[in-house]
Nanobody, 115 residues
Framework: QVHLVESGGGLVQPGGSLRLSCAAS????????AGWYRQTPGKQRELVAT???????NYADSVKGRFTISRDNPKNTVYLQMNSLKPEDTAVYYC?????????WGQGTQVTVSS
């Protein structure tokens, strides 16, 4: 059974930083596209960033230049470094692994940006 466990969320002031981690188990992590998505109440889940098995990265326009996604295949972990955080970044952040018809989600971690 595949498990994705996110950590690193919390409360941070505007302009601050957080680093999210997602540890995967129960599958060959290295073969998946790994990504981060976020969702706020009443809105659809949206893409934040993805990273392929070859290290090709895609970011949402709203986070370009502020967020950095990375992966460590031997550790089965994907990271999201978030800098210069804004109140509009407040959301539940979800880790995702995707390969063709197989997709897995973590339980989510809350990020709140507020003074």
């Amino acid at each position: 059974q595949v498990h994705l466990v996110e950590s690193g969320g919390g409360l941070v002031q505007p302009g601050g930083s957080l680093r999210l981690s997602c540890a995967a188990s129960g599958t060959r992590f290295s073969i998946y596209v790994a990504g981060w998505y976020r969702q706020t109440p009443g809105k659809q889940r949206e893409l934040v960033a993805t990273i392929t098995t070859d290290g090709i990265i895609n970011y949402a326009d709203s986070v370009k230049g502020r967020f950095t996604i990375s992966r460590d295949n031997p550790k089965n972990t994907v990271y999201l470094q978030m800098n210069s955080l804004k109140p509009e970044d407040t959301a539940v952040y979800y880790c995702n692994l995707n390969l063709a018809l197989r997709t897995y989600w973590g339980q989510g971690t809350q990020v709140t940006v507020s003074s």
